[in-house]
């Protein structure tokens, strides 16, 4: 399904070093994002994967500079073509939003405003970046993009308020107007989780056919693995803060690493799984990140879990035979090789334990 | 929505109907004092009475009264004649309506211009000094009541009475027409006056709604589409908190159309206020059921008017 890799790789047009996010809450700190980096090349898609809570999201809209207030604390570097967001002004973060990079929403009904006319905001994103543009330009630009995102009778749709569109159509319109000033890199946070299934895999497709076009670099963040197999080049699996798993997308789905990776793809439904598989939960609730589990922040939920996984706190590593698949894990690759075997093979996982407390 | 317009004006009209049946059953039925009594004297001997009961017509069955009564209003649009002045009730609601107007206008356009801002700045602000000073100036303009204020006002500003003799004081209302000048500035301290308390509730509730909406998700889009945050806050933000205040804002105009009677006894201003309350202490009945029919008709197009501003302001309404 995915292209292969382009023959020339591009090099990475966003860049997450080492990127940290914590609230100050009156609970204590929540540390949202804890040192995650990961980097995305023009034309190419990096899924994003976790939990809610798992920080995929806060990671994104701390790159946009859209997360910012005297709680919030950042450090790390947010690298656009060179340029360090985190240390960049509101002003010029501002002429960037909306216009180098732009976000698409989960819920369209809530993220477009009520009152406003579909037409009348996307004109808005671009005039915000074009200081000449007229309005009866911009609403002409407007039907164009509601036509490039195949709204059927666009030319009546762009006096439509959000409220008269169905919820594939309002998300179709929240990615024109994500894409009125032709941004170089597209942050999509879970699009598809309000739609309906089969509208679902038309915006993925709509998503694809837009990246390849316009050459955008493109953020899918999702909690849905499937969605990721269907767009992502590259995954990278988060869970309480971190990224525990980072992989193209075809070794992922293909021999994937870490125990959590293997809980969300056993909680998949997949229509080519053997009849009557059933569908695994994860066991447990996702960890507090105000006071997160010592060693390896997996272990109150992992079945495969020793003594040792309590204390150690694992790093994203390389593994030795695939140096773009980074896992960070305390069991062996060749106990892992084997757990997956058998997981694969649909036997009951040995080892796998009841819900115990967090 | 014309036919949902006409179905609130006919509903109206019942209800109309309704408030004059009610008042007309509190005063005339209810033990209260009487007209004759008043008008005849403290040592009026029982034929005198009789000779004023039947002048004013008080003598007849109570529902021959009320039927004369709505007749005369509704053919002839004739609300009936003063008790105490002889004046037609029409003629003196006219008259006293043009102040009550002013009153209530000059107030409605401080307290938008002044609590708007208020709201709003406060909201973004949270938790610095503007906004505490706000919330603090917000408490004591809802707690003060305004007859104390007027009175303090008159006290340190009215050029007769006060210690900073800057503007007309009380009873220095003139129509517009006479001497605009004279008009508004015997206005301004009662505008202020009337205008705080609603400037205070305004700007509180401005300030709830738009702390509410500034975290709303279409916020964050206007910001993620790289809006100024001016453009984010005044536009995008206010426009959907300001919302639910111009039902309200309609609402409290129509209220004080119907007079604002402290406010108009405390700086003498011959409003529709005043002469409800005069009415009242003078067991005037016409002029009580004119002053309280007009008020409920303010309500009630009032009413009226902030569904039709609704549906224009929300397009989610308007289909209903």
Redesign the interface.
């Given at each position: 399904m995915n292209p292969s890799p382009p023959p020339a790789p591009r090099p990475p047009i966003l860049r997450v070093e080492d990127l940290r996010v914590a609230f100050d809450t009156r609970d204590g700190v929540v540390q949202a994002v804890d040192g995650v980096s990961w980097s995305v090349a023009p034309g190419r898609t990096l899924g994003i994967v976790g939990e809610s809570g798992s920080g995929k999201t806060v990671a994104a809209t701390t790159a946009m500079g859209l997360v910012h207030g005297a709680r919030v604390r950042t450090s790390g570097r947010v690298l656009l073509e060179g340029e360090d967001l985190l240390a960049a002004s509101p002003e010029r973060l501002r002429r960037l939003r909306g216009a180098a990079i732009a976000m698409v929403f989960q819920d369209p009904l809530s993220a477009l405003h009520p009152l406003m006319r579909v037409g009348t905001q996307i004109a808005e994103a671009l005039r915000a970046h074009r200081a000449g543009m007229s309005a009866a330009a911009a609403r002409e630009r407007a039907v164009e993009l509601l036509e490039q995102v195949a709204i059927p009778n666009a030319r009546q749709r762009v006096d439509a308020y959000p409220h008269e569109l169905s919820g594939g159509m309002r998300q179709r319109a929240m990615i024109a107007m994500a894409l009125a000033n032709e941004p170089r890199v597209l942050i999509a946070d879970e699009p598809t989780t309000a739609l309906d299934v089969t509208v679902q895999r038309q915006i993925l497709a709509l998503l694809r056919r837009l990246r390849d076009e316009l050459g955008m670099a493109m953020v899918l963040i999702t909690h849905d693995l499937g969605v990721v197999a269907e767009t992502a080049d590259e995954v990278a699996v988060m869970y309480a803060g971190r990224i525990v798993e980072q992989a193209p997308a075809a070794e992922l789905f293909a021999a994937p690493q870490h125990p959590y990776t293997w809980g969300l793809l056993r909680s998949m439904p997949r229509l080519d799984a053997p009849a009557g598989a059933a569908l695994v939960p994860i066991p447990g609730r996702p960890p507090s990140l105000v006071h997160p589990p010592s060693g390896c922040r997996f272990h109150p939920r992992c079945p495969y879990v020793r003594d040792r996984h309590r204390s150690v706190d694992p790093a994203l590593e390389p593994l030795a035979g695939a140096p773009q698949h980074r896992v960070a894990c305390l069991l062996s690759e060749t106990e892992r090789a084997a757990i997956w075997a058998r997981i694969a093979a649909g036997e009951p996982v040995a080892g796998a334990t009841e819900d115990r407390p967090v | 929505m014309a036919a949902y317009v006409l179905r609130r004006v006919l509903w109206g009209v019942v209800l109309l109907a309704l408030v004059s049946l009610l008042t007309f059953v509190v005063f005339y039925v209810l033990p209260s004092a009487d007209p004759a009594q008043l008008r005849a004297g403290r040592n009026a001997d029982p034929a005198t009475l009789a000779q004023i009961r039947q002048n004013l017509g008080l003598d007849r069955p109570l529902t021959a009264q009320y039927w004369t009564f709505l007749t005369h209003l509704v053919l002839h649009a004739d609300l009936g004649f003063s008790y105490y002045s002889g004046a037609s009730v029409g003629s003196l609601l006219v008259d006293r309506l043009p102040a009550t107007i002013s009153l209530t206008f000059g107030a409605v356009v401080i307290w938008v211009l002044v609590a708007v801002p208020l709201g709003v700045v406060a909201a973004v602000r949270r938790g610095t000094w503007v906004d505490k000073l706000t919330t603090g100036g917000a408490l004591l303009g809802i707690s003060a009541p305004v007859y104390w204020l007027g009175l303090l006002a008159l006290y340190l500003f009215a050029d007769d009475i006060g210690t900073f003799p800057l503007l007309p004081g009380a009873g220095s209302y003139v129509p517009l027409t006479d001497d605009p000048w004279q008009w508004l500035t015997s206005l301004i301290l009662p505008w202020l006056v009337l205008a705080s308390t609603f400037t205070a509730v305004y700007a509180r509730l401005l300030r709830g709604n738009m702390i509410e909406v500034l975290s709303?998700?279409?916020v964050?889009?206007?910001?993620?589409?790289?809006?100024?945050?001016r453009?984010v806050v005044w536009n995008?933000g206010l426009?959907?908190a300001v919302?639910p205040l111009v039902t309200l804002a309609g609402l409290d105009i129509g209220l004080l159309l119907g007079g604002a009677v402290l406010t108009e006894a405390v700086f003498g201003i011959p409003g529709i206020g005043r002469l409800n309350y005069e009415a009242i202490v003078h067991a005037d009945y016409p002029v009580i059921q004119g002053t309280v029919l007009l008020a409920a008709c303010f309500v009630i197009v009032a009413n009226i008017a902030v569904d039709v501003a609704y549906a224009y302001?929300?397009?989610?309404v308007r289909?209903q």
């Amino acid at each position: 399904m995915n292209p292969s890799p382009p023959p020339a790789p591009r090099p990475p047009i966003l860049r997450v070093e080492d990127l940290r996010v914590a609230f100050d809450t009156r609970d204590g700190v929540v540390q949202a994002v804890d040192g995650v980096s990961w980097s995305v090349a023009p034309g190419r898609t990096l899924g994003i994967v976790g939990e809610s809570g798992s920080g995929k999201t806060v990671a994104a809209t701390t790159a946009m500079g859209l997360v910012h207030g005297a709680r919030v604390r950042t450090s790390g570097r947010v690298l656009l073509e060179g340029e360090d967001l985190l240390a960049a002004s509101p002003e010029r973060l501002r002429r960037l939003r909306g216009a180098a990079i732009a976000m698409v929403f989960q819920d369209p009904l809530s993220a477009l405003h009520p009152l406003m006319r579909v037409g009348t905001q996307i004109a808005e994103a671009l005039r915000a970046h074009r200081a000449g543009m007229s309005a009866a330009a911009a609403r002409e630009r407007a039907v164009e993009l509601l036509e490039q995102v195949a709204i059927p009778n666009a030319r009546q749709r762009v006096d439509a308020y959000p409220h008269e569109l169905s919820g594939g159509m309002r998300q179709r319109a929240m990615i024109a107007m994500a894409l009125a000033n032709e941004p170089r890199v597209l942050i999509a946070d879970e699009p598809t989780t309000a739609l309906d299934v089969t509208v679902q895999r038309q915006i993925l497709a709509l998503l694809r056919r837009l990246r390849d076009e316009l050459g955008m670099a493109m953020v899918l963040i999702t909690h849905d693995l499937g969605v990721v197999a269907e767009t992502a080049d590259e995954v990278a699996v988060m869970y309480a803060g971190r990224i525990v798993e980072q992989a193209p997308a075809a070794e992922l789905f293909a021999a994937p690493q870490h125990p959590y990776t293997w809980g969300l793809l056993r909680s998949m439904p997949r229509l080519d799984a053997p009849a009557g598989a059933a569908l695994v939960p994860i066991p447990g609730r996702p960890p507090s990140l105000v006071h997160p589990p010592s060693g390896c922040r997996f272990h109150p939920r992992c079945p495969y879990v020793r003594d040792r996984h309590r204390s150690v706190d694992p790093a994203l590593e390389p593994l030795a035979g695939a140096p773009q698949h980074r896992v960070a894990c305390l069991l062996s690759e060749t106990e892992r090789a084997a757990i997956w075997a058998r997981i694969a093979a649909g036997e009951p996982v040995a080892g796998a334990t009841e819900d115990r407390p967090v | 929505m014309a036919a949902y317009v006409l179905r609130r004006v006919l509903w109206g009209v019942v209800l109309l109907a309704l408030v004059s049946l009610l008042t007309f059953v509190v005063f005339y039925v209810l033990p209260s004092a009487d007209p004759a009594q008043l008008r005849a004297g403290r040592n009026a001997d029982p034929a005198t009475l009789a000779q004023i009961r039947q002048n004013l017509g008080l003598d007849r069955p109570l529902t021959a009264q009320y039927w004369t009564f709505l007749t005369h209003l509704v053919l002839h649009a004739d609300l009936g004649f003063s008790y105490y002045s002889g004046a037609s009730v029409g003629s003196l609601l006219v008259d006293r309506l043009p102040a009550t107007i002013s009153l209530t206008f000059g107030a409605v356009v401080i307290w938008v211009l002044v609590a708007v801002p208020l709201g709003v700045v406060a909201a973004v602000r949270r938790g610095t000094w503007v906004d505490k000073l706000t919330t603090g100036g917000a408490l004591l303009g809802i707690s003060a009541p305004v007859y104390w204020l007027g009175l303090l006002a008159l006290y340190l500003f009215a050029d007769d009475i006060g210690t900073f003799p800057l503007l007309p004081g009380a009873g220095s209302y003139v129509p517009l027409t006479d001497d605009p000048w004279q008009w508004l500035t015997s206005l301004i301290l009662p505008w202020l006056v009337l205008a705080s308390t609603f400037t205070a509730v305004y700007a509180r509730l401005l300030r709830g709604n738009m702390i509410e909406v500034l975290s709303e998700d279409y916020v964050r889009t206007a910001r993620a589409k790289g809006l100024s945050e001016r453009r984010v806050v005044w536009n995008h933000g206010l426009r959907a908190a300001v919302t639910p205040l111009v039902t309200l804002a309609g609402l409290d105009i129509g209220l004080l159309l119907g007079g604002a009677v402290l406010t108009e006894a405390v700086f003498g201003i011959p409003g529709i206020g005043r002469l409800n309350y005069e009415a009242i202490v003078h067991a005037d009945y016409p002029v009580i059921q004119g002053t309280v029919l007009l008020a409920a008709c303010f309500v009630i197009v009032a009413n009226i008017a902030v569904d039709v501003a609704y549906a224009y302001l929300d397009p989610r309404v308007r289909e209903q």
